[in-house]
């Protein structure tokens, strides 16, 4: 059976062991293949077999003590006439991915859904109903206020709600601790009554404000998978019972230690409190790109009907609609240009600045902008399908994948919480044994601060988040992550490889070089490339563009003939003219002379060299190759200076490919390989112990793309092969690896850093908090102390992430090529290698 993938949000997770819990939890439902949470995105991008009821998987998440986001809609529907309507548009609906509930009601001719966001969209919801055969119209429910806005809101509330409270329970407390202070408290109320005042506001902090740990652990400990839920709830609750037993029963302890830690117990859950929004407000920024690209999505198109034009929202609009776009608006959706000539900017897309001339049969893309013309468009491809739609998917799906990293991470983090109670139990035990009196009161106070110093939630975001500030930062630099572990895997290379057609160079034959032996350079060039616009071979055409590109009109050609493996022949403007190889001047006894050493200069450097005639007489020599693309040579000396090793692999014969080798300097030349064995050729490379990364077109290269240990894929525009790698350069451009080669070892080093900073700090202060100072020092870390240092850690985690979002690329591979710029071979490759290191 035919596995389906489905994304569901999930609202309330908050640390490493929740990650845990819930795919736990979505693992142990039939019909699951592979569940992976993200507690960056909050997302779960789960694997299940097909015919998977959505519905038990939401239940399976609730159950473990969390909301899963579903979206409802209300759908009028024209077309319904009786009861096998209705099942028929239900059939249609219930069969799409991530569909929750469908109903619909002949009476009220509506269709009422409930799906998750992450897998299924309103507009194909809309175009299912429409391949049932009837018409849905615009949905009368408004979306659902925004979540992550509303989420901010409840957490600003609290947080300031819990600060009102806070701040008198502890400037009371610090009375007691100053003598004066403590003379005039006294001198106002007994002690026991600034104990009740402490109680009374500290009430609405532990059981109000900090209501969400309350519910959260005990889900946590109902299912016995304790987390950092648990551990705020255990050590503010310790905190916050213990003072209620010495208010109200001081007799039951020991003497000096029925004492009050109502402050204790509030500052550290408006602390925490606190943390939590500070995260929450980063976390959303780690997800600007998303953000960005969501922005560029229109919210409505004008469609062409009869000559007249109609505003429709986005969601209507189908394939085969014709579209209307007018200077300065955003294209709504993918299509093909019937009538109108503009620029269009694609920088967001393609990265490339300059704006893209488009006239008829030109490919619009939606989310671009239209800058100075009117185009009208038929929509080829709508809602989930456009590019836009499907890079924002990749993003989306790169930052909830888990690399090795951090799937260590979670294994540690399953443990680390029950290991952390298990040492708080033990430092209690030893405290109160062994502890000087009031050995109960050092007891309690080093429990809890062991407690609240080792939640791992800095463990649980060290990892996604990076990943999600490095991928949102390629998909500006046009470097796209197809998946998370590769901006991971990436860092680690060794070995690049290039694929030479279509990578290193163009892709196509040009016109290199036109030299005239007798005639006007462009006259001569003028008759051949007539002479070429009859053929159909590829340097033919080549010629021809080469012409053209020179604005040159072709004259009429006449007794056109072909000798094939020789040359061509016609009559044009009244001379005979022979266009071909050195063998068909010989066979027309045509003397070469100086030509034939020029003509051999041009094989050596790779190209393809022909010969012209004119009434019998040598006119000019040609030159066709396959030209290098700008910047080439740049990328591979900056890629060296990084340490990599590169080589070129080809089918293209030996000769040929030590020569476009010498141009961009690859010493390790694999020529004359088949499409079929370069995978075997990526594996060779891979038995000598190298890590390898393959870049290549994305389409003929896919099986060495899927065998290197980071597939690249390197394209243009609408034609990209956005499923052929890990990893896509939409700018088409080498200089991009340097730069995602730089990003990647840049996020590498964050992730490690986080990683060192999280264990660090709990490896370290564990113990301090347990009390092994006071015996040294006298030192003993207040649970106040302790909550504000996990805060501070979560805290330092998500801003050193975000430093990401400054990492500027090395090299500039956005500058357009113009007519003065230098061969790839005359690049000057010390800047390269300058800008290369400052890269590692």
Known sequence: MMAENVDIEIRGMSCASCVGRVERALGQQPGVVDARVNLATQ????????????????????????????????????????????????????????????????ATRKAFVRFLPGAVSSSRIHHAIRE???????????????????????????????????????????????????????????????????????????????????????????????????????????????????????????????????????????????????????????????????????????????????????????????????????????????????????????GEPVPVAKQQEAEVVGGTINKNGALTFRATRVGGDTLLSQIIRMVEAAQAEKPPIQQLADKIAGVFVPAVIAIALITFGVWFAFGPPPALSFAFVTTVSVLLIACPCAMGLATPT??????????????????????????????????????????????????????????????????????????????????????LELPAVSHFGAEPGYGIEADVAGHRLHVGADRYMNRLGIELGQAEARAKAFAEDAKSPLYAAVDGRLAAVIAVADPLKAGSAEAIAALKAQGLEVAMLTGDNRATADAIARQVGIQRILAEVLPDQKAAEIRRLQ????????????????????????????????????????????????????????????????????????YGYNLALIPVAAGVLYPLVGVLLNPMLAAAAMSISSVFVLTNSLRLRRFTPDIDDTSPVTSGEPQAGQVHQAQAVKAARRSI
Not at 218 to 226: D, G, K, S
Not at 256 to 281: D, M, P
Not at 718 to 744: F, K, P, Q, Y
């Open 43 to 106: 997302k779960a991008a789960i694997q299940v077999e097909g015919g998977t009821a959505t519905a038990s998987l939401l239940d399976a998440i609730e159950t473990a003590g969390y909301q899963p986001v579903v979206e409802s809609l209300d759908i009028p529907v024209t077309g319904m006439s009786c009861g096998s309507c209705v099942s028929r548009i239900e059939r249609a609906l219930g069969k799409l991915p991530g569909m929750v509930e469908v109903s619909v009601n002949l």
């Open 132 to 350: 049932a055969g009837y018409e849905p119209q615009e949905a009368e429910a408004p979306q659902p206020a925004d979540d992550e806005d509303r989420e901010e809101r409840r957490l600003r509330h609290r947080v300031l709600l819990a600060a009102v409270f806070t701040i008198p329970v502890v400037l009371i407390a610090m009375g007691k601790m100053i003598p004066a202070l403590e003379a005039l408290l006294s001198s106002l109320m007994p002690h026991r009554g600034w104990m009740g005042i402490e109680w009374l506001l500290t009430t609405p902090v532990q059981f109000y404000a900090g209501a969400r740990f309350y519910r959260a652990g005990y889900a946590e400990l109902r299912h016995a998978n304790p987390g950092m839920n648990s551990l705020v709830m255990i050590g503010s609750s310790a905190a916050y019972f213990y003072s209620v037993a010495a208010l109200l029963v001081p007799g039951f302890f020991p003497t000096g230690t029925a004492e009050s830690y109502f402050e204790a117990a509030a500052v550290i859950v408006t602390l925490i409190l606190l943390g939590r929004y500070f995260e929450h407000i980063a976390k959303g920024r780690t997800s600007e790109a998303i953000k960005k690209l969501l922005q560029l999505q229109a919210k409505t198109a004008r469609l062409v009907r009869d000559d007249e034009t109609v505003e429709v929202p986005i969601e209507a609009v189908v394939p085969g609609d014709r579209l209307l776009v007018r200077p300065g608006e955003s294209i709504p959706v993918d299509g093909v240009v019937e009538e109108g000539h503009s620029y269009v900017d694609e920088s967001m897309i393609s």
């Open 466 to 551: 990076a990943i999600m500030v490095g991928t949102g930062k390629g998909a500006e630099m046009g470097v796209l992550f197809r998946k998370g572990a590769a901006l991971e895997t990436l860092a680690k290379m060794d070995t690049v490889v290039l694929d030479k057609t279509g990578t290193l160079t163009r892709g196509r034959p040009e016109l290199t070089d036109f030299e005239a032996i007798d005639g006007h350079e462009n006259e001569v060039l003028r008759l051949v490339a007539a002479v070429e616009a009859q053929s159909e071979h590829p340097i033919a055409e080549a010629i021809v563009r080469g012409a053209r590109a020179r604005g």
């Open 687 to 758: 038995s000598e112990g190298k890590r390898v990364a393959f870049v290549g077109d994305g389409i003929n290269d896919a099986p060495a793309l899927a065998q290197a240990d980071v597939g690249i894929a390197i394209g243009t525009g609408t034609d990209i092969a956005i499923e052929a790698g890990d990893v896509v350069l939409m700018r088409g451009d080498l200089r991009g690896i340097v730069n995602a080669t730089a990003l990647s070892r840049r996020t590498h080093r964050t992730i490690i850093g986080n990683f060192v900073w999280a």
